[in-house]
């Protein structure tokens, strides 16, 4: 079983930034080793949508929503993920939620979520 915990939400005003942080960890003994990692969010009464997606490579996807504003990056060692949200907008405003899947197994794990809201 793989954890992912998420930090770094909150309130921030459109045109600021913030940045999410999401670590992976497992229990003793379990053998995991993270592959595809990535930002999803969920407004009231919406859908869950994609937001970025990365690679252990590297290799980036942005929803186009989000393109040119919101970059991603990871820090393999430290089986952790970043979302840098730059000049971000009241409709950004959402529950974020960290997936990643564990290359071992193929299982797919998500966070518990991160409130980020933004102010006009």
Known sequence: QVTLVESGGGLVQAGGSLTLSCVASAASGTAFRIGAMGWYRQAPGKQRELVATITRGASKNFADSVKGRFTISRDNA?????????????????????????????????????????SS
Do not use: I
Not at 100 to 116: F, H, I, P
């Open 78 to 118: 430290k089986n952790t993920v970043y979302l840098q949200m730059n000049s971000p907008k009241p409709e950004d405003t959402a529950v974020y939620f960290c997936n990643a899947e564990n290359q071992l197994d193929r299982s797919n794990y998500w966070g518990q979520g991160t409130q980020v809201t933004v």
